[in-house]
C-alpha cells in the first residue's frame, strides 16, 4: 500500500496533524493500535481530571462549548471530545493496527504493521511521549512484601494491599494520587524530588489563564537558553477538581500526608532517602515566585491592576527540621510503592538511527534530525511551552504539516532532471 504521508497515534495529536494534512489536500492514512484516545480509554485511573480547564480544551477546529468553562474535564468526557474530533475531521483512519516496525526505505519510508505495510515519503509520529512508565533500576531491591506499581497500572485505591503506600514522585501525578489514597485510610509518604509548585487559582484567575496571557505558555523552543532542560521540567503541581483547588505538598501535610526526601536507593529492606528535602521545595518555592512576580509585571504594565485581586504570595513549603534519611519499609508496614517517577515514550518499533543515548528522539522542534520527512508530535515542549498539552496540538501540528508539505514540493519528482 502506498500514501504519502503515514500517521502513527489517532489520539489529540494525530488527529490535529491529521486536519492539516487535509487542508493541504496531503494524501494520508492515520495508524491506531486501539481505538482514537486510546491511550486516554485505556492507560489512565479512573478518577483522573484534566489539569486544563474546560475553556482551553481546544483542537483545530473544535472548541469546548459546554456549560462549564471553567470545569475539568475526566477521562470520559475528554475521550468523548475526541471522538467528536474524529467524527469532524473524519480522518483516514485505520483502528486496532499496530505498527511494528518504522524503516528507511529508499527515499521514502515503509511502515510495517500487523495488518499490512505501507510505504510513504513522510511519517509524523503521534503516538505521544507517555507510553512507558520510568521506574528507576532501585526498584528491583524492593522486598517481597512490597509491590512495585506504576501510574499505568494503577486505577483506583481499592487495587492497592493493606498497609501503608510510598508515593515515589510529587509532579502532578504524584500529588493527585497521593491525596486519592490517603483518602482512602491508607498511610501515605510521599518522596520528593524535583517538582513545580503551582497554585491553582492567582488574583481571582485559574494560573493557566495567566500562562495564556502572559506569553509564558507559547515561549517557544528556540527562545530558551536550554531546551534540553526545559523539555525534562516535570509537570505541575495541579489537579482539576470541581472546587478548583491547589494540591500542594502544604495541602499533603495538612491532610496527614508525610514527606520525606527523594528515594535513593533501597537495601535490606530500607528506603534510602536523599537529605536535599529542603533544598527541592526551597528552589521550587522560589520558581513559583518567579512565575508569580512575571504575572504581576504584566497585569501592571498594561495598566491591569485594578481588573484583578491583588498580589500576594503563598506560604513556604514547611518541611520538618529533621526529616528521616531511612524508612524501614516492614516496621512502618509499606505495603506499596507506587513510582509516579514520569514517563518515556516507546520507539522500540522505530528503526531509524535518530534516538539519543537515552533513548530520545533527536528534533529540532518536531522535525527529525538526520531523517529527512520524518517528523514527531506530542512531546513534552516540543515547540511550545504549551506543547504536551490539548490545546498546545492546533499550533505545533500547524507548524509541521507547513514543513512537511515544503519538504514535498522541494523534492524532485522521481524521472525527472
Known sequence: MRTTTVVIGAGHTGLAASYFLSVRDIDHVVLERGEVANTWRTERWDSLRLLTPNWQVTLPGLAYDGDDPDGFMTVTELVGFIDRYARLVKPPLRTLTTVTSVRPDGDGYEVVTDRGTWQCRSVILASGGFNLPKVPPIAAALPDTVRSVTPLEYR?????????????????????????????????????????????????????YWMDVTGVSDERYDEVDDVLRARTVPS??????????????????????????????????????????????????????????????????????????????????????????????????????????????????????????????????????????????????????????????????????????????????????
Open 156 to 208: 483506583r485505591p481499592s487495587d492497592l494491599d493493606d498497609g501503608g503506600v510510598l508515593v515515589a514522585g510529587v509532579s502532578a501525578t504524584g500529588v493527585q494520587l497521593a491525596e486519592e489514597i490517603h483518602r482512602s485510610g491508607r498511610p501515605v509518604t510521599v518522596s520528593v524530588g524535583e517538582h513545580v509548585r503551582m497554585p491553582r487559582i492567582y488574583r481571582g484567575r485559574d494560573i493557566r
Open 236 to 417: 505541575p503541581q495541579l489537579v482539576g477538581s470541581p472546587e478548583r483547588k491547589s494540591l500542594d505538598l502544604n495541602a499533603l501535610t495538612d491532610q496527614g500526608v508525610r514527606m520525606v526526601g527523594r528515594l535513593a536507593g533501597i537495601r535490606n529492606g530500607k528506603a534510602q532517602l536523599s537529605g536535599s528535602l529542603n533544598n527541592k521545595v526551597t528552589r521550587s518555592d522560589l520558581k513559583m515566585n518567579r512565575l508569580l512576580t512575571t504575572i504581576d509585571e504584566w497585569v501592571t504594565e498594561n495598566g491591569l491592576d485594578g481588573r484583578y485581586e491583588p498580589p500576594h504570595r503563598f506560604e513556604r513549603t514547611r518541611v520538618e527540621t529533621s526529616p528521616p534519611l531511612l524508612i524501614d519499609l516492614e516496621k512502618e508496614n509499606i505495603r506499596t510503592v507506587l513510582w509516579a517517577t514520569g514517563y518515556r515514550p516507546d520507539y522500540s518499533w522505530l528503526h531509524v538511527p535518530v534516538l539519543d543515548y537515552k533513548g530520545r528522539i533527536r528534533h529540532d522542534g518536531g522535525v527529525v534530525s538526520g531523517s529527512p520527512g520524518l517528523y514527531v508530535i506530542g512531546l513534552n515542549f516540543l515547540r511550545r511551552r504549551k506543547s504536551s498539552f490539548i490545546h498546545g496540538a492546533e499550533d505545533d501540528a500547524r507548524d509541521l504539516v507547513d514543513h512537511l508539505a515544503a519538504y514535498l514540493e522541494a523534492r524532485v519528482p522521481v524521472g525527472v532532471g
